[in-house]
DNA sequence: AAATAGCACTCAACATCAGGGAGTGCTAGT
DNA sequence: ACTAGCACTCCCTGATGTTGAGTGCTATTT
């Protein structure tokens, strides 16, 4: 499959994908050419770009119009061809200073993240929270709210609070409600959320439970407060992706938006990119959205100070900035990395 | 300037801005006589066009093209041609099923109304929260995090959770931090958030707190905890408003997603519409985001148990449903409203 | 054999033009 | 006071022609 590629095809393959990516406009023969002073005619030129069509690495939208990159020749380009920029120090500057302005706990850090991602790669940032079950937990607290109602507070290790409202039949006492907190916290102690979790419905069933009221009512309303749902995922700058030409055609910019209707959905796709660590591109189909077509992904993985790790990156058009992309997202998931381990 | 008009003339008009509803397209004077069966000639009607034009009722947007009702004309069908749908039982139905099944807390089943108003309307459903400053305060707690962290915990009347991660020099003893929180609830027994505050920053300078270190800080840290920005809104169904014709444009487009991407910026627009009760609508350029044209805006306060407001509404083109929109809208409003009081 | 120059060919994009039709305004007749 | 009739306007559609960027092939040069 790979064939072997002269090196006159592998420069003249990265000059096609470099003007296509500026210009978003079919590239011929003689804009090659021409902007990228090689010492070639047009003709010779015209030869190799038909090889590289049958390779499956360009295709033309019509006999008579320059040539595409395909998805393959992205993958190349990224593989081998790209000379990655260098993220310059005004840009380190405003992810600091962004990151340390946000400073509202965890998740005002990683929504402003995703902002600046947005504004200095000018597609849409991403950031996937990391996921609350698998942190540590640290303390459960109970506030009595109304006569039959209590608030669960619900701190894990990194700083994130879940908060939950419960009803129930009996009435507590404020010491009732410290004893079920006192007995908790021990319960669960160094166990992460999701076993956690376990060890309560464990708990449960225990036979001393059948008989403390007040304790099983505790458990239950525990239960309720550690299975939440609330996997957090900020998406930004989606007015940013209007400006790109190929969304010009109003049917695309509608499968894009609607993809991203339903964070519920989005979050599933994106935990396959949480597997590998570094930075992973998804071109086109490869990418987990592969629905809405055209998509390119990039991303990398963060952790925090609990060793939870979260998921951050851009989306954007298959013919995107990978250059300077590639660069931003990785510096921006080490720093983020680092300024989480700092609390 | 609001000049008599005629019954054959409301009746005309009417036709033709329901029509343009329905369609989206200019409606001349052989539809309105055709779908609405009156008993009057093409000629007749247009004469009675001509006239509506003249009063800036209506414009075309070319000679032989029909004509387009304008802002004018659609406030005067919302005054007074309207005939103002029943919100049926389903939807009734609907809007209560998706409230309880959200339950997690205020800002859930906010959340979850912004998403049944978009669904319902077919236009973009906002919600913004009560301000959390104007409720009232009900509890502190203080938690530590790390040997340097404290995580404040704040909880007003209305169930709403604020946290804030505090740093401080001094290490606290999870005594002193019960202390601290004693105190503190004494201290803002009963006030609202904002007085709170200002309660907060006049103890800071009484003069026996310049000798205790522990409540100075504790003051600062609570200081901290209720200055929090934290306004919430949200917007609902985006993606939805691209099915109107309307926005086919992509100028247009690009116009109303730039004006969501700054939620704060949307807030302090909304924020005009709090002032009266009842379902207040804004047609293009009365609406607070005129900004971006052909937008109008239906919405309606609604009330926590604490007494709080917030607004909830739909966003759409100027040519919309007002008369399914305007009762969901106002039932919503009411429903939420008892919903919460139940709390 | 590799690179180039030359040339015929293709095809989207743009402009031009005519016919059709929806709609209008006006006038004269009921 | 309404309606019928009619000339007129102007968008829309489709047909037609032209232009130009770009291609593939072939003959020629190096």
Do not use: W
Not at 63 to 80: H, I, N, Q, W
Request: glycine fraction near 6%; charged fraction near 20%; charge should be neutral.
């Amino acid at each position: 499959m790979d064939v072997e590629l002269s090196t006159r095809s592998r420069q003249i393959l990265e000059a096609i994908v470099e003007d296509y990516i500026a210009t978003a406009e079919p590239v011929g023969s003689g804009s090659v050419a021409r902007r990228h002073a090689l010492p070639l005619s047009t003709a010779t030129i015209r030869n190799v770009m038909a090889n590289l069509e049958e390779m499956g690495l360009l295709t033309s939208p019509h006999t008579s119009a320059g040539r595409v990159p395909t998805e393959k020749a992205y993958r190349l380009y990224v593989d081998s061809l790209v000379a990655l920029r260098q993220v310059s120090r005004d840009e380190k500057k405003l992810i600091i200073r962004r990151c340390r302005e946000a400073g509202a706990g965890l998740l005002g850090i990683l929504k402003e993240t995703s902002r600046t991602l947005s504004s200095l790669s000018n597609y849409m940032g991403i950031v996937v929270a990391p996921s609350f079950t698998s942190d540590v937990f640290r303390h459960i607290e109970f506030i009595r709210i109304g006569s039959h109602k209590v608030l669960a507070i619900l701190v894990s290790s990194n700083g994130t609070v879940q908060n939950r409202l419960v009803e129930s039949d009996t009435e507590f006492s404020q010491s009732d409600l410290i004893t079920m907190g006192n007995y908790l916290n021990e319960l669960m102690q160094g166990l992460t959320i999701s076993q956690a979790r376990k060890r309560i419905l464990e708990e449960m069933h225990t036979e001393k439970m059948q008989y403390d009221n007040l304790m099983l009512l505790a458990l239950r309303m525990t239960e309720q407060a550690v299975s939440g749902e609330g996997d957090e995922i900020f998406v930004e700058g989606q007015a940013r992706i209007l400006d790109q030409p190929e969304f010009n055609d109003v049917g695309r910019m509608k499968d894009v938006f609607r993809a991203f209707e339903q964070k519920g959905q989005l979050l599933k796709l994106l935990e396959r990119c949480m597997s590998a660590d570094g930075v992973q591109i998804y071109i086109g189909s490869e990418s987990p959205l592969s629905q809405s077509a055209g998509v390119s992904l990039i991303t990398s993985r963060f952790v925090t100070s609990s060793n939870t790790v979260g998921l951050l990156g851009v989306i954007g058009p298959t013919r995107m900035g990978y250059s300077s992309v590639i660069p931003i997202v990785d510096y921006t998931a080490r720093l983020v990395s680092r300024m989480l381990a700092e609390t």
